[in-house]
């Protein structure tokens, strides 16, 4: 398999954990007789920098010209303190999002029992945990209209869905559930929201076409407990961008780390894969952050290609590499491995 | 000290964790020289089946007419299965905040020792975990305007903010926290919205008038993760409405117990004091709800009328029983006392 990949950088810890990824692809391209062809380009502060804006069409342009994009991570201290100015580096995620028509974004949230002295809860909560969350990702308040009233004292946003925008991401969250634990939850607050009886209405025909599969419906409040109360009721998680925003950040923190989560962001063209976490500018520049998000992320664009057993071989030496302890400093700030240690013992083990 | 207090038992277990807040505010009220009045009136799915709607207006002037509203919950399970109805119990929580303008939904949480079996978390987690939430509650998009399109195709709700809307809770937020360890924590995503960055704008200028209190900006996305992963950097918590519904909901897991917790919606007349239990209807008449949340609820009325002391009393009494292991069926289900029983108890000690 021949295939093209848009390399996205960005900033802080971006470049090295996105380094270990193609290691690690390389790996498997050399094990499995694929080619990978890489472009890089500018994105985030690292973009602003360099060019004026977060996201130049030229990046845009070799995203769309790739079957895939691998993503760093993007923003910069220097940004942070005013999120109201012209220029922020995660502008970029939002103009890719629009520009690739990255309407849904997958994250699968699971638990290694090596992470559990991480972790704010009991080991026995833990135990089996496996969600995957779908978070519509190019509608809602996100991207409705937007009002400042001239005096400033005054500000709306608009959260706005149309049935077609709810259908695929439905279809694509019952399609995995079908191979899964075979349910589906949706999350809204329609005893509130016009659009989230939208939303509720349009899954429930949805469903209908899933006879397998069971779906649920959970009001987001609700969910917000539910999700670290009893995290094993849940298979496939389905909501709109805002309430997905908040529960998948959240739902991270049942895997003691978000240096170990992948994400998935998937359109009509091509797709997009990124770890969660951000920049981490503290450990920018010297070879501590941890890179199996990002590693974890290539295994799901290999998925995303039909690559199933590649995958998997990747999961295989990540799971090698944690119960050897094999680690970075996040997980065990005593005796700890380098970033790109870890990304040469993925690739060997691979 | 002489006041009207309007009982709205709701639905549920309301009823019975009211009665016992009852008995023990006749206890504060003969110990301590005050005379308490009440009124009972209609609310919820009971308003419904009895007057045809959730929130009869004789309810309202009773409300209108009194110093301080004792709600218990609203909700039933035959309304609960279409979100979409025309008459549903939880219209009458709108309409009450509309009614009696109850702009801040306030919440204190804490954790027990005693509970920490319950919990999800390590106990080491939660010791000295003390947190009050301020949740905006009469704006946001609960109340913006609502549309969907005559084929039903596409829907939309209106998030607006205004300048007083946000400054009148911030000043309850930083006046407490002046009283406490002085820090305000807003939450929003003023990277996204244009209302969170007029929230983010007032928050600035008011925090400016309290220099003694630190004031600190989060991402609700990051908040989500914070608030379980290291809820003791948080002293007050400042937010919208839909973020504070799902914030101060995921708290409430650090407390062990949803039966435990009480909250106080004040507005610039009476004021709304409730457990933030649901009606649980597998539990209604049974004898064995826990009436804490709302008994502590009544302490949190006490302190709104100025009583300090007896306030403070209620709290003793609970840790009392905590102490002793006088609990009810969710939190000892082998070993446990009757609702009424810790009403009695409660009472007796203060
Ligand atoms: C940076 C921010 C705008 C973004 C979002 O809210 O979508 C981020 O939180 C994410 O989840 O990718
Ligand atoms: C019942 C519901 C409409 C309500 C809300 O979202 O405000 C509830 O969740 C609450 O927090 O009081």
């Known amino acids: 398999m021949e295939k093209k990949i848009a390399v996205l950088n960005g900033d802080g810890i971006g470049p090295e ?28 502060a ?14 845009i342009d070799i995203c769309l010209d790739s079957d895939a994009v691998l993503f760093g991570a993007v923003g910069h201290p220097k940004y942070d303190s005013d999120p109201s100015a012209k220029v922020r580096p995660e502008q970029a995620l939002f103009g890719l999002r629009q520009a690739l028509g990255l309407f849904a974004n997958i994250r699968p949230v699971i638990t290694y029992s090596g992470l559990q002295h991480l972790s704010p809860f009991k080991a026995s909560h833990l135990e089996g945990v496996d969600i995957v969350i779908f978070r519509e990702l190019t509608g809602g308040i996100y991207f409705g209209e937007k009002h400042t009233s001239d005096d400033g004292n005054k500000a709306s946003d608009e959260c706005v869905y149309t049935r077609p925008e709810i259908e695929r991401i439905a279809h694509l969250a019952f399609k995995l559930a079908q191979g899964r634990k075979k349910k589906v939850t ?33 009001y987001v409040d609700n969910a917000a407990v539910q999700v670290i109360l009893n995290p094993k009721q849940f298979d496939v998680i389905l909501t709109e961008n805002m309430f997905g925003d908040i529960i998948s950040d959240e739902a991270s923190v049942l895997n003691g780390s978000m240096g170990m989560l992948p994400s998935a962001s998937v359109g009509n063209g091509t797709a997009l894969f990124e770890p969660i976490h951000g920049t981490f500018p503290k450990a920018a520049g010297k070879d501590i952050a941890n890179p199996i998000g990002s590693i974890l992320s290539a295994a799901l664009m290999l998925e995303y290609f039909g690559l199933k057993e590649e995958a998997q071989a990747i999961r295989d030496a990540i799971d090698w590499t944690l119960q050897h302890n094999f680690v970075t400093k996040d997980i065990d700030p005593m005796n700890f491995y380098f970033t790109s240690t870890i990304g040469d013992l993925v690739s060997e083990y691979v």
Chains 1, 2 share one sequence.
């Open 186 to 218: 949706l999350l809204d607050k329609s005893n509130v929201l016009e659009t989230s009886r939208l939303w509720r209405k349009v899954v429930q025909d949805i469903a209908a076409q899933y006879p397998d599969v069971t779906a649920e419906y959970m």
């Open 17 to 44: 954990v996105t380094a270990q990824s193609i290691k690690v692809l390389n790996a498997v391209a050399q094990q499995y007789g694929h080619i990978f062809h890489y472009k890089e380009a500018l994105v985030g």
């Open 46 to 59: 690292d973009a602003i920098d360099k060019t004026g804006t977060a996201l130049p069409s030229e990046t």
